[in-house]
């Protein structure tokens, strides 16, 4: 085993870019439920208004969904009992959620964002990202298109939203909440410091109450005292987790915003350095490789047309073949036996073996609900380069028996 590299595999690679020449904003709709209802009764604003079961002054059972800034004031916050909140302001107004609405407002408000025809991601009921990179030529055009942004949403809606804008998705997400309500942050990437100096730990999206905790007794309490830390450092204090925050706080994070969409293809391969050994031996590998990819094939439910292989050897040259059957299948024993009969003939090759790998193309979901996930995809602008792959294998195998082609880029293979 001593050949072997590390396995690579290329199951879902994302190709995330990560370098900062994008600009992204983040849209927050501002105490979402709680400003709808205000709207209804507007003799409201400026009181504290709780979001929560209508009779939990009577049974103190269940959660503040949310609550409008008045209310926040006296230290009430979503997810907080109500108990608990009523003891803090036992004045404030309660009103149950009204889902349906909301939902409309939501669905006004990604429709707003969406005709800009920009990628754009929807990431929960009241928040959405944008990718304005094609629409702002720099960060003083990208705060007026957030003015623009605001002024369609307040003229539609008669709600305020908070926007961020910056280089990362983590950046823009946290400039939506630097200013909240009703507000506008903008951080170019020679600008973090502005947004990271002074500014709690705990902002940083997806910090654990825990780790933040830890990192208080450790004496870390602001972004900026663990921004001038090297990467090394901050994994030894953090461990793992300190990619992360590393990345996070040196705008360095992801900034594509193409959510993952429904699976394209299963494959896997392995590299080695020197070679697997002999035929026999390789064979025993991509068996392995098989066994991997079918395995996903199997446990995420779907069926497939068309299998192929890859081999590269010393001096780099990659061979790809793949063939297409007339049907879906997910019968073990035929798609080894197509995968076999393709790399078979390329095994015994003498300048030695750098890469092997098998997999699955034209997927078919058989779960019933597949149906639902396409729809959720289908909120956002998606591209990826899987797309061109499969209308490259379709196009070459489509109405034919089973046929043989090579295929020049499979660029998800390794
Ligand atoms: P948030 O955007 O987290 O909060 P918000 O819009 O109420 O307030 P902010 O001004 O800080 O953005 O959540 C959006 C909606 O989701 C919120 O109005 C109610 C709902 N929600 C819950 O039902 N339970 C929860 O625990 C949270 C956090 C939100
Ligand atoms: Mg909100
Ligand atoms: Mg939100």
């Known amino acids: 085993m001593s050949n072997f590299s590390s396995t690579d595999y290329n199951i879902e690679i994302e190709n995330e870019e990560k370098s900062n020449n994008k600009i992204l904003l983040h849209l927050d709709i501002d105490y979402f439920f709680a400003q709808v209802e205000i709207l209804k009764q507007p003799e409201l604003k400026g009181k504290p208004v709780i979001i929560g079961h209508e009779r939990a002054r009577e049974n103190k059972r269940g959660v503040v969904l949310t609550c409008n800034y008045p209310a926040r004031e006296f230290g009430i916050h979503s997810g907080q009992p109500m108990r608990d909140a009523l003891m803090k302001c036992p004045d404030a107004t309660i009103i149950g959620s009204n889902y349906s609405e909301y939902r409309e407002y939501s669905n006004t408000i990604m429709k707003i964002l969406r005709e800009f025809n920009t990628p754009m991601r929807k990431a929960s009921i009241d928040e959405a990202y944008l990718d304005i990179t094609s629409l702002a030529k720099n960060y003083e055009e990208a705060e007026n298109l957030a003015i623009k942004i605001k002024e369609d949403i307040m003229e539609k809606t008669q709600l305020t939203v908070s926007i961020g804008i910056g280089p990362t998705l983590k950046i823009a997400k946290m400039g939506s909440d630097y200013k909240k309500p009703d507000g506008i942050s903008v951080f170019a990437p020679d600008n973090l410091d502005s947004l990271f100096d002074g500014l709690a730990l705990k902002k940083i999206p997806g910090i654990g109450k825990k780790t933040a905790e830890r990192l208080s007794q450790m004496g870390y309490v602001t972004c900026d005292q663990l921004r001038v830390m090297k990467y090394e450092e901050i994994v030894r204090v953090l461990g793992k987790s300190g990619k992360y925050y590393y990345e996070v706080l040196q705008g360095k994070s992801t900034n594509s915003i ?157």
Not at 291 to 296: A, L, N, Q
């Open 258 to 414: 193409l959510p993952r969409g429904p699976r394209k293809s299963i494959s896997n391969s392995k590299t080695f350095h020197g070679s697997p050994g002999d035929v026999n031996r390789s064979l025993e590998i991509f068996d392995k490789l098989f066994e991997e990819s079918y395995t996903i094939l199997l446990n995420e439910k779907f069926k497939t047309k068309t299998i192929g292989v890859r081999i590269r050897y010393n001096g780099f040259e990659t061979i790809t073949r793949a063939v297409s059957i007339a049907h879906y299948v997910d019968d073990k024993d035929v798609l080894y036996d197509k995968a076999k009969e393709l790399i078979l003939p390329y095994l015994s090759d003498r300048r030695g073996i750098r890469l092997l790998g098998v997999g699955f193309y034209n997927l078919k979901s058989l779960e019933k609900d597949q149906l639902k996930l396409e729809d959720f995809y289908q909120e956002s602008d998606y591209v990826n380069s899987y797309e061109l792959l499969d209308e490259f294998i379709s196009e070459k195998s489509d109405n034919k028996k089973t046929e043989v082609v090579k295929m020049k880029d499979l660029s998800d293979f390794d």
